[in-house]
């Protein structure tokens, strides 16, 4: 069957690192892959779409990676602030009539 | 533009009691999708719909859940009757097609005392 997984242990890092967040995925073929940030309290937030004919992806301070052969994409946030503290989402998705699945979530903690 | 809108925001219930949740997804998205989101696990989507026709609803327990998609706009969940292991946050997302990005709402919290 399907799976996603993501690290279910809370990422603690300080101001100013890069934040590293994996995402492995088993028995998909996504076509492209999203991720989204989760706030306490509130519903997820789109940040990146990034596709398979993509090796990376930057906005800002965030760059995705995505590696077909690994079956896995990356996340990371650099020069890391209090306020990215969050739970972060992938989203690997197929074409087509695809449903959105997720994965757990990986929780981020930076302190100052 | 608006966002995803749900109502109510909190509900608190005794067991075997049903519930109802609302959705009105942002104007013009095709896609419509419900999550249940239990306290510190990812969303997992229930039924995912395309227009008024569902896509997908291999997760949603269907002895008890139920939903629907009136005219390809607003949704409803429901549940009936309630299980303690209903508790969870049941979140609403829409997007323009299938394949772009999902909004979400802010979700409703469901106590199932």
């Known amino acids: 069957s399907q799976k996603i997984e993501q690290n279910s242990e809370a990422l603690n890092i300080q101001e100013g690192k890069t934040a590293t967040l994996t995402c492995n995925y088993t028995?998909?073929?996504?076509?492209?892959l999203q991720w989204y940030r989760q706030d306490p309290g509130r519903g997820p937030v789109f940040l990146l779409l990034i596709r398979e004919n993509e090796k990376e992806k930057r906005k800002e301070r965030l760059k995705v990676t995505f590696d077909t052969t690994l079956k896995q994409s990356l996340f990371h946030i650099t020069a890391s602030q209090p306020a990215d503290s969050a739970t972060y989402l992938c989203?690997?998705?197929?074409?087509?009539?695809?449903?959105?699945?997720f994965g757990t979530g990986t929780r981020l903690l930076v302190s100052p | 533009e608006a966002g995803v809108a749900q109502s109510p925001r909190y509900k608190i219930i005794e067991k075997r009691q049903s519930v109802a949740f609302w959705c009105n997804p942002i104007s013009g998205h095709a896609t419509l999708y419900w999550y249940q989101q239990i306290l510190g696990q990812g969303p997992k989507l229930l039924i995912q719909?395309?227009?008024?026709?569902?896509?997908?609803d291999s997760q949603l327990p269907k002895d008890r859940f139920s939903a629907e998609r009136l005219k390809g706009v607003d949704s409803t969940l429901k549940i009936q009757p309630a299980k303690l292991e209903d508790s969870a946050v049941y979140l609403c997302?829409?997007?323009?097609?299938?394949?772009?990005?999902?909004?979400f709402g802010q979700g409703t919290r469901l106590t199932v005392v």
């Open positions: 028995n998909y073929s996504p076509a492209y």
């Open positions: 997302a829409s997007s323009r097609a299938r394949d772009t990005e999902a909004f």
């Open positions: 719909f395309q227009n008024n026709g569902v896509v997908d």
């Open positions: 989203a690997p998705r197929g074409t087509g009539f695809q449903k959105l699945v």
